[in-house]
């Protein structure tokens, strides 16, 4: 199984808004995000833990696997001239 991405709340935050959720309210340093009848709070630090972050993809509904290291990187060929 792919390793999960590291996120800070803003980014993840930003990342479900691209994905149909809005931003519902603030108190502290908790985000509530909301699409339809699901919402869930997002904590705003600098780093998730990884069992917060996978609360939150199930809360969420969301498939793992956007949440993923993607599995191959882009190879980037060089060419040079001689």
Do not use: K, Y
């Amino acid at each position: 199984m792919p390793r999960l991405r590291v996120f800070s709340g803003a980014e993840l935050c930003n990342f479900l808004s691209e994905h149909g959720f809005e931003r519902v309210r603030q108190r502290g340093s908790h985000v509530i995000m909301r699409r339809g009848q699901v919402s869930f709070p997002i904590p705003l630090h600098r780093q998730l833990d990884r069992g917060t972050l996978r609360g939150i993809i199930r809360q969420s509904g969301l498939p793992r696997s956007l949440f993923e290291w993607p599995f191959l990187l882009p190879c980037v060929h060089l060419i040079t001239d001689h």
